[in-house]
C-alpha cells in the first residue's frame, strides 16, 4: 500500500482540516503528522489536538522576517518527514526558498476557479465581478499567489439572489470533497504532470499507478 505523510498549515477555523482528518487521515496509507499555523490561537490547532496530530505555530513576529520563518517551518516539516504540505487556509505567503524546497509537494485549496480571483476574498471578488458560475480549485503551489499548476476543480452556481452566505456554504461544502479527494490522488500516485506541458495535471481516477514528475 502506497503511504503518504501529510502536513497541514492552517490559519483559521481549520474546517478543510477537519474534512481532511475525517475523510482520508488513517486511511490508505494517508496519515496527517502534523498541523503548523501562524495564529497561536487557531482553531485548526484544537482541531489537530483534538485528532492527536502534533502542532507547531510559526508567528511571523518571533523570526527575524519571512525567510527565517519560512526556514524553520521547513526545518519543522522535514524533521517530520512530510511528503505533503496541505495549506488549508493558510494566510501567509510562503517564501520562494520555500517553494523550491517543497517543490510539487504543496497544495492549496482556493476559493473560486482560478486563474479567476486569485488572493484575497476570492468570494467577493467574483460576487462584485457578477459572476454566474464560480467554485473550488486544488492547485500545486508556486511563486506565485494561487498560480500554480491546477489539480481539481468543482463549478459552484452563484446564487441568483447573490445571497453571500450561501454561496460560501456551497463553496465550502465542495472545498471539504475536493481536498481531500486530491490528497487520496496524490497518495495513490494518480496525479502526474504533462510531459509536453508541466502546467497541465493529470490525475487518473482508476488504471495504472503514475510517477510524480
Ligand atoms: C477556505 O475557504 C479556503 O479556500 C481559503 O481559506 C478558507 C479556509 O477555511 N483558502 P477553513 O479554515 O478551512 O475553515
Not at 103 to 128: C, E, K, Y
Not at 156 to 170: Q, S
Request: charged share 25%; net charge negative; proline share 4%.
Amino acid at each position: 500500500m502506497s503511504s503518504l505523510r501529510v502536513a497541514v498549515l492552517a490559519s483559521g477555523t481549520g474546517t478543510n482540516l477537519q474534512a481532511i482528518l475525517d475523510a482520508v487521515h488513517g486511511r490508505d496509507g494517508i496519515e496527517v503528522v502534523g498541523v503548523a499555523s501562524d495564529k497561536p490561537h487557531a482553531m485548526a490547532l484544537e482541531r489537530a489536538a483534538a485528532a492527536g496530530v502534533e502542532t507547531a505555530v510559526f508567528e511571523r513576529s518571533s523570526f527575524a522576517g519571512r525567510a527565517q520563518r519560512d526556514a524553520a517551518l521547513g526545518d519543522w516539516l522535514e524533521a517530520l518527514d512530510a511528503g505533503l504540505v496541505v495549506l488549508a487556509g493558510y494566510m501567509q505567503l510562503l517564501s520562494a526558498a520555500f517553494v523550491e524546497r517543497f517543490r510539487d509537494r504543496i497544495i492549496n485549496v482556493h476559493p473560486a476557479l482560478l486563474p479567476s480571483f486569485p488572493g484575497l476574498d476570492a468570494i467577493g471578488q467574483a460576487l462584485a465581478h457578477g459572476v454566474k458560475v464560480t467554485g473550488v480549485s486544488v492547485h500545486f503551489v508556486d511563486e506565485g499567489v494561487d498560480s500554480g499548476p491546477i489539480i481539481l476543480q468543482r463549478a459552484v452556481e452563484v446564487p441568483e439572489d447573490l445571497d453571500r452566505e450561501a454561496l460560501e456554504d456551497e463553496i465550502h461544502r465542495v472545498e471539504h470533497e475536493l481536498l481531500p479527494e486530491a490528497i487520496r490522488l496524490i497518495a495513490a500516485g494518480r496525479v502526474s504532470f504533462d510531459a509536453a506541458n508541466p502546467r497541465v495535471v493529470r490525475t487518473i481516477s482508476g488504471g495504472d499507478r503514475v510517477s510524480p514528475r
